[in-house]
């Protein structure tokens, strides 16, 4: 067992040194510095390997913390009218129930399980229980001080606090040992990465379980979550026994891990035949424009379900959306002083939403996909005055897309705000609005901007760019970080509007200057 986990961490960890590596080369700055034999160098393969380590307690630690923060206690503490203690334990029980069977080791296919049970011929029984033990592992341990953490603070016993990582480890056990049977019965092979239509329908039951009762004051008592809990111990345990004596740990291996070599280039042919399907095939289509503005105007008619039906619906739920707090004022009165209040304060937290509902990705993977992957071929296409005239008018569109779910929420902030009591400052109406689409131009630029200058895909339309990616996470961060602000709108807004000006100045001449070298076919 020992020697199957060593060789099992080391053709893991070798998978991820040369991934971060390689990542290493394709960031702008290191690219020139690092040499061709890159996989070589002791002292590389060594930092690589720290990356590696911290990784694994990232996943380990930091990974449980935010879940615990984000999922459980950050949504919990909307909760007023149920006490802290029982909405911990509530919301909890029933993701700890999703987690069961969709976030199971076992039943994920993945391309070290292949290397190791397919291509290096592994014993197939010894490899899955060493890894799933170790998957359980680092599961009861990253929980345990979670749970201690934000349980405690929450007045859950402590008793209680030291046991829930070993409730949720048999309720994983559990849940395997049963699918394992499926297979010795049915031959039924689950895959936790296409789960069943009725598996997404048991999600969506018990995440409305989790918290849809608590919003309304009804959570389970403690020691009925405490039960519900410590159940899933003596089962686990009880599952133990049949998951270590499952006798077709090779078999079952092998069909689950037989379409992994085929699984990249199964998803790219799906992801190019979607979104084929998307452009429009209307022959009728046509354009009265010349040049750069030609070609823009056809891509935009012929792609207006990917670029224009999703804003189209966001801004539609957003207005309805307003609608519903507007509505809530009139008939609920006392409600209006809490709403005042958080409008004029929690205009940071916009940031976010601007962010998650911003239609910058996929505009910027379709210009690629269905146009950009067969212009790069020609130089024209990359000169310096083309680059940025062509910039600034696909900006242009993609401004227009995402200011119609931009305006639909500025607009409804302004009427909630005058409706719930107004502010002393006019001025503050104003900059409500123009901060909100401020925003939307932000994110607008932001991601052409990033395209143009870190252009991520192959011409396979794969995307391969470590910096791409890190940019990506610190924008999300980024926006994350804005949600625990809280500044007059005013202050925030002016800053926001400032910040969009400067950041359009700055991208304009970045594109120019380094967009005809930087916007490229990948290898």
Request: hydrophobic residues 50%.
């Amino acid at each position: 067992m020992l020697k199957t986990l060593r060789l099992s961490f080391s053709l893991k960890n070798t998978y991820r040194v040369n991934g971060i590596l390689y990542s290493l080369k394709q960031i702008p700055f290191l690219k020139r510095l690092l040499p061709a034999t890159l996989y070589r160098i002791r002292g590389l393969k060594f930092f690589a390997n720290v990356l590696s380590v911290l990784w694994e307690l990232v996943t380990i630690f930091l990974f449980k913390f935010l879940y615990f923060f984000t999922m459980i206690c950050g949504v919990g503490l909307l909760y007023e009218n149920a006490p802290a203690s029982l909405s911990f334990l509530h919301i909890l029980l029933f993701l700890t129930l999703v987690g069961s069977y969709m976030n199971t080791n076992v039943f994920n296919p993945t391309r070290d399980k292949y290397y190791a049970m397919i291509l290096l011929r592994m014993n197939a029984r010894s490899y899955t229980l060493v890894n799933y033990g170790y998957a359980l592992l680092k599961t009861m341990v990253g929980f345990l001080p979670c749970t201690l953490l934000f349980g405690l603070r929450r007045g859950v016993p402590l008793w209680l606090c030291l046991l829930l990582p070993f409730c949720v480890a048999g309720a994983k056990l559990t849940v395997t040992a049963f699918s394992l049977r499926d297979y010795e019965k049915y031959g039924y092979v689950r895959n936790e990465n296409k789960l069943q239509k009725y598996a997404w329908m048991l999600t969506g039951l018990l995440l409305a379980l989790a918290y849809l009762p608590p919003a309304l004051g009804y959570v389970l008592p403690t020691e009925a979550s405490a039960v519900l809990f410590l159940i899933w111990i003596p089962a686990g345990l009880v599952s133990l026994r049949h998951v270590s004596n499952f006798r077709y740990y090779r078999e079952f291996n092998q069909e689950l891990l037989s379409q992994v070599v085929t699984q990249m280039d199964a998803m790219k042919k799906a992801t190019k035949t979607v979104s084929e399907k998307a452009i429009s095939t209307d022959a009728s289509i046509s354009s009265q424009k010349r040049g750069f503005e030609y070609l823009n105007e056809l891509f935009i008619k012929r792609h207006r379900k990917i670029l224009w039906k999703s804003a189209l619906r966001i801004a539609q739920v957003c207005a309805l959306l307003s609608c519903g707090v507007l509505l809530l004022m009139i008939l609920r009165p006392g409600t209006r002083g809490e709403i005042n209040e958080m409008v004029m304060t929690w205009l940071p937290y916009f940031a976010f939403i601007m962010y998650m509902i911003n239609r910058g990705t996929g505009f910027t993977r379709a210009l690629f996909m269905n146009c950009d992957h067969s212009l790069l071929t020609y130089s024209f296409y990359k000169q310096p005055g083309y680059v940025l005239k062509l910039f600034q008018i696909r900006l242009r569109e993609i401004m227009k897309i995402n200011a119609v779910p931009a305006l639909v929420i500025g607009t409804g902030l302004v009427l909630i705000l005058f409706v719930s009591g107004g502010t002393n400052n006019s001025l503050d109406y104003v900059v409500l609005l123009v901060s909100i689409l401020s925003m939307s131009l932000f994110f607008s630029i932001h991601y052409l901007t990033v395209y143009y200058l870190l252009q991520p895909y192959t011409a396979g339309t794969e995307m391969k760019s470590g910096t791409y990616r890190i940019v990506m996470i610190l924008t999300y961060i980024a926006c994350y970080a804005m949600m625990n602000l809280r500044l007059p709108i005013l202050v925030f807004g002016a800053a926001c509007i400032a910040f969009c000006l400067l950041y359009s100045v700055i991208a304009c001449v970045l594109v120019y200057k380094f967009a005809p070298k930087t916007f490229r076919l990948r290898t």
